[in-house]
């Protein structure tokens, strides 16, 4: 299967840049579309972005589009997510997720499509 772990989470002031990265091992990375949610204390888990699993297909929220950019190397087994602009409501912990199943061109876009998670990792962003 895949596990997951993220990185590159921390501190920020408004207006400034962070990259997340998503590490993936298992055989299986290839198959998987991905995708990068949030979730802020007392919220829903939300999906930010996602990427099918070549990489030519992209999904964002309304609140990132223009300012956080996904993107994948297959090879390394690594997905990105560059976020440019941060505002203090980008304050989340911040997920990367994988659905096993996805069809080669599919972006998902609902939570209940990914079945493999990573434990998340904290971005605040003060004003």
């Known amino acids: 299967q895949v596990q997951l772990r993220e990185s590159g989470g921390g501190l920020v002031q408004a207006g400034a840049s962070l990259r997340l990265s998503c590490a993936a091992s298992?055989?299986?990375?290839?198959?998987?579309?991905m995708g990068w949610f949030r979730q802020a204390p007392g919220t829903e888990r939300l999906l930010v972005a996602a990427?099918?699993?070549?990489?030519?297909?992209?999904y964002y929220a309304d609140s990132v589009k223009g300012r956080f950019t996904i993107s994948r190397d297959n090879a390394k087994k690594m997905v990105y997510l560059q976020m440019n602009s941060l505002e203090s409501e980008d304050t989340a912990v911040y997920y990367c997720?994988?659905?096993?199943?996805?069809?080669?061109?599919?972006?998902?876009?609902?939570?209940?499509?990914?079945?493999?998670w990573g434990q998340g990792t904290q971005v605040t962003v003060s004003s």
């Open positions: 997720a994988c659905d096993i199943n996805a069809i080669l061109y599919t972006v998902p876009t609902t939570a209940d499509a990914y079945d493999h």
């Open positions: 298992g055989s299986m990375f290839n198959r998987c579309a």
């Open positions: 990427i099918n699993r070549n990489g030519a297909n992209t």
